[in-house]
Nanobody, 127 residues
């Protein structure tokens, strides 16, 4: 499995921005579709955004569309999530995840399809 480490979380004000990073190691990064998930206090883990192996395809949860941008740099084994116009409801622990064995343009939404997970990074948005 690929090992994943998130960074970039923290405290932001509503309307502000944060950029999350996910560094991968241990396997060929470009073999994996990647995703960002978040878990708010007392809630389940939900899909936020995903990107295909080569970055050709992306998918966003409705709540993230128009505000968040997912990207990856396969040469640097790193994925990013640029979060703009943050809202208090964006608060939660953000996890990056890797899904192997996917077709070139596949971007899974179901967490069960992701085999590797990072430890998470806390994002707190104040009103």
């Amino acid at each position: 499995q690929v090992q994943l480490v998130e960074s970039g979380g923290g405290l932001a004000q509503a309307g502000g921005s944060l950029r999350l990073s996910c560094a991968a190691s241990g396997r060929t990064f470009s073999d994996y579709a990647m995703g960002w998930f978040r878990q708010a206090p007392g809630k389940g883990r939900e899909f936020v955004a995903g990107i295909s192996r080569g970055g050709d395809s992306t998918d966003y949860a409705e709540s993230a569309k128009g505000r968040f941008t997912i990207s990856r740099d396969n040469a640097k084994n790193t994925m990013y999530l640029q979060m703009n116009s943050l809202k208090p409801e964006d608060t939660g622990v953000y996890y990056c995840a890797a899904a192997g064995g996917r077709s070139r343009y596949s971007v899974p939404r179901a967490s069960a399809l992701y085999e590797s997970w990072g430890q998470g990074t806390q994002v707190t948005v104040s009103s």
